[in-house]
């Protein structure tokens, strides 16, 4: 088995007051335990160090490590220096300048020092996620002046990242629900969840949305007016969007020809269509906008009938909502080389 350097070409300790180690004693473990552990003279493994190890004049010794280890470090008069667990031996090749007690003057080992650091031709490889840890979290701040190309940012209401130059833009981050079945509706007046979902949504946050709502039925025929809303918790400083739509009462597929468009900066309900009369409706309906939240809660896509027609209404499976957040409220929300 190869042996890892502690430090290559040798190891160098110091003391509290960062001169060398002379004639320091140097204890190697079982990482976790005070059971002693083999250290190596070479990194063939083969030829054990004594334990302690003792270090020269100028506090270095070869130390080759296989796995993991406690150290303990002594003065040459049994003061204890540092006590570090978990060491884990480095790969082949590995270099550093100084020992690994000595943190401020290591050049290719990340220690948790809070100074920034910058890691030069290394590949970065996350842990995976578990069900309380995230293999990346990012911490709020303030975004960059002046953005700069390759950074990646988190003000606490939306990512960002900057591709080129000063374009910083939106990384998105969307809620999404699809419906993978028919969602069925009931033949009455309430109004009426139309994916059977609610999307959380945060306080003073902009949100962009979109989405594509099919509605069927094949049964009823007393005259009645579908309109669209928004309905949920969350409160709104203001809302602006599009909404499309055609209905046929053959299929899906064809006989379109009642085109519908409008433009409501209202959550509460708008009429789509007003009359329907036929058993066998079809209606596609395309929405898109944006929302800006005043307090936090939910936004509801729903539907309403004026009155029981004889028949619900289906949305069918496809059907989708998505919305992500681009920005604080307040203001108008610019992201990007924009003047």
């Known amino acids: 088995m190869t042996a890892s350097p502690l430090q290559a070409p040798y190891c160098t300790f110091f003391d509290s007051n960062g001169d060398p180690l002379s004639g320091g004693k140097v204890y190697t473990y ?6 002693p552990k083999n250290s190596y003279t070479t990194s063939s493994g083969l030829i054990a160090n004594a334990n302690p190890v003792i270090l020269d004049s100028a506090g270095r010794a070869d130390i080759y490590l296989i796995g993991s280890y406690r150290i303990d470090v002594y003065t040459a008069t049994d003061a204890l220096v540092e006590s570090v667990d978990n060491i884990s031996a ?6 550093m300048d ?8 290591i050049a290719q080992q990340l220690v948790g020092l809070t100074a920034v650091q910058t890691v030069t031709n290394k590949s970065l490889v996350l842990a995976s996620g578990g069900a309380s840890l995230a293999p990346l979290t990012l911490s709020t701040g303030t975004n960059l ?7 990646v940012e988190y003000d606490g209401k939306v990512i960002y990242a ?3 130059s000063t374009q910083r833009g939106v990384v998105p981050a969307e809620q999404w629900y699809r419906l993978d079945a028919g969602l069925a509706g009931a033949n009455g007046t309430s109004a009426q969840n139309a994916l059977g979902v609610s999307f959380g949504v945060s306080a003073s946050t902009v949100y962009e949305f979109e989405a594509v709502i099919n509605l069927s039925k094949s049964a009823g025929t007393t005259s009645h007016v579908i309109s669209w809303l928004f309905g949920g918790t969350a409160t709104h400083n203001n809302i602006s969007y599009q909404i499309t739509g055609d209905t046929s009462v053959a299929s899906f597929n ?3 020809g009642s085109r519908f468009s409008a433009a409501p900066q209202v959550a509460t309900s708008i009429t789509i269509y007003s009359g329907l009369t036929s058993a066998n409706q079809f209606i596609v309906l395309n929405i898109k906008g944006t929302v800006s939240v005043n307090a936090a809660g939910t936004l509801t896509p ?3 009938l004026s009155v029981a027609p004889g028949g619900a209404y289906t949305t069918a499976q496809g059907s989708f909502f998505k919305i992500k957040p681009i920005g604080a409220s307040g203001a108008n929300v610019s992201v ?3 003047s």
């Open 30 to 35: 079982t990482a976790g335990t005070t059971t």
């Open 90 to 95: 480095f790969s082949t090749g590995g270099n």
């Open 98 to 105: 100084a020992s690994v007690y000595d943190p401020a003057n």
């Open 145 to 151: 002046t002046t953005a700069a190309a390759g950074s």
């Open 162 to 164: 900057t591709p080129q």
């Open 254 to 256: 064809s006989g379109f």
């Open 302 to 304: 729903q539907y309403i």
């Open 336 to 338: 990007g080389n924009i």
